[in-house]
C-alpha cells in the first residue's frame, strides 16, 4: 500500500500550489481521501476530504473558498489546489485513505486507514 503526495514547496503569500496524492496497492476506487496537515506544535488538523465518486467534498473551515479537493480515479490520484496562501498554512501535508467512512468520520484522521509520508508545504515571504 503507497500513498505518495507531492508538490509541495516555497511560496510567496497569496500564491498558489497544487498538490498530488498517487495511490498504489490497494483498491484504491472504493476508498475515500483525506488531507490533513501538521505544523511543528501544533495536532493534526483536518484539511480537505473527497468520497471515493467524487460526490461530497469537504472542507476545513480556514480552507474553504482557498482550497478545492478533486480526484481522477483513473489515474489513481486525487489533487488539492490551495490558493490565496497564508504563512498560517504551512504545514506538511499528508494524504490518506479510508474506507466504509460516513460523514461525521470523514474528518477525523483515527478513521483513515493508509497514509502518506506527506509534503512540505512552505508560505513566507
Known amino acids: 500500500v503507497q500513498l505518495q503526495a507531492s508538490g509541495g514547496g516555497l511560496v510567496l503569500p497569496g500564491g498558489s500550489l497544487n498538490l498530488s496524492c498517487a495511490a498504489a496497492g490497494f483498491n484504491y476506487g472504493d476508498y475515500d481521501i483525506g488531507w490533513f496537515r501538521q505544523a511543528p506544535g501544533r495536532e493534526r488538523e483536518f484539511v480537505a476530504a473527497?468520497?471515493?465518486?467524487?460526490?461530497?467534498?469537504y472542507y476545513g473551515d480556514p480552507m474553504k473558498g482557498r482550497f478545492t479537493i478533486s480526484r481522477d480515479n483513473a489515474k489513481r490520484t486525487v489533487y488539492l489546489q490551495m490558493n490565496s496562501l497564508k504563512p498560517e498554512d504551512t504545514a506538511v501535508y499528508h494524504c490518506?485513505?479510508?474506507?466504509?467512512?460516513?460523514?461525521?468520520?470523514?474528518?477525523?484522521?483515527?478513521?483513515?486507514?493508509?497514509w502518506g509520508q506527506g509534503t512540505q508545504v512552505t508560505v513566507s515571504s
Open positions: 473527497i468520497r471515493w465518486r467524487g460526490e461530497s467534498k
Open positions: 490518506a485513505a479510508g474506507a466504509n467512512l460516513i460523514s461525521s468520520s470523514t474528518t477525523m484522521s483515527r478513521f483513515y486507514q493508509y
